[in-house]
């Protein structure tokens, strides 16, 4: 089920959806992550208009105004304690991955303005939970995931593609369609090697072995 979760950061593209969203008539469920209630406008570009919504959160960031206009839309509200261990998004994502998400756009996740938030939820993708599940934190400018083995981005020529290794050791790397090729090489945690890649057309490919491989997508302005 293809899912759509909106977080409380800021959009590098607030006016409209992000190029990396991807077709919106086969999106079945949205989840509003607690002051993503706020992105009213996000919510009307993606025509929420019969499908499922979700408000998930302590609602200490959302406005009071959003929280109702929301509860008007029919949102189902999923009220979290203000003490927690987790954050709005993390219980957001689960509450996408119990209903059957299994294709996750997550916007508004990239632009701060915490650095704390914006790194946890990086390194949320490599959450067990997910295993199976396709997550993408999308804005106008980025698409970040993990490449899970085998994936692929879609892009165009001079697109940026930077491979950042999570585990210690990502092992067997192979890449298509990019300036600089890995052929059954490894990438090493802590190393910068995997920056600034460039796509040489309209696709690229990433394969690799064991470990964790986060692929960043950077589509200039």
């Given at each position: 089920?293809?899912?759509v ?6 959009l590098?593209e607030p ?16 989840v509003?992550?607690d ?5 009213l406008?996000?919510?009307?570009l993606?025509?929420?208009?019969p ?15 959003a ?13 979290l304690?203000?003490?927690?261990n987790?954050?709005d998004?993390?219980?957001?994502l689960?509450?996408?991955?119990e209903?059957g998400a ?6 508004a ?6 650095l704390d938030?914006l790194l946890?939820?990086?390194v ?11 997550v ?6 980025h ?5 899970r083995?085998d994936a692929?981005?879609?892009g165009?020529?001079g ?17 298509e ?8 090489e ?26 964790e ?9």
């Amino acid at each position: 089920m293809r899912t759509v979760v909106i977080a409380g950061s800021d959009l590098s593209e607030p006016k409209g959806l992000p190029p990396f969203m991807g077709p919106l008539e086969d999106v079945e469920l949205v989840v509003v992550a607690d002051g993503g209630g706020d992105r009213l406008e996000l919510l009307d570009l993606l025509r929420v208009g019969p499908v499922p919504l979700i408000l998930v959160g302590d609602m200490d960031s959302i406005s009071p105004e959003a929280r109702a206009t929301l509860e008007q839309r029919g949102a189902d509200v999923r009220l979290l304690a203000t003490t927690k261990n987790e954050t709005d998004l993390e219980f957001a994502l689960k509450v996408a991955v119990e209903q059957g998400a299994d294709d996750i756009v997550v916007l508004a996740a990239l632009g701060g303005p915490r650095l704390d938030h914006l790194l946890g939820t990086v390194v949320l993708l490599s959450a067990p939970w997910l295993v199976g599940c396709r997550v993408r934190l999308v804005d106008g400018l980025h698409e970040v995931f993990l490449a899970r083995g085998d994936a692929v981005a879609q892009g165009a020529p001079g697109d940026l593609l930077s491979l950042i290794p999570l585990t210690p050791l990502v092992e067997d790397i192979t890449t298509e369609g990019l300036r600089y090729v890995l052929r059954e090489e490894d990438l090493q945690q802590g190393s910068t090697r995997g920056i600034s890649n460039e796509f040489t057309g309209t696709r690229a490919r990433i394969r690799h072995g064991p470990g964790e491989l986060l692929v960043v997508h950077h589509r200039p302005r």
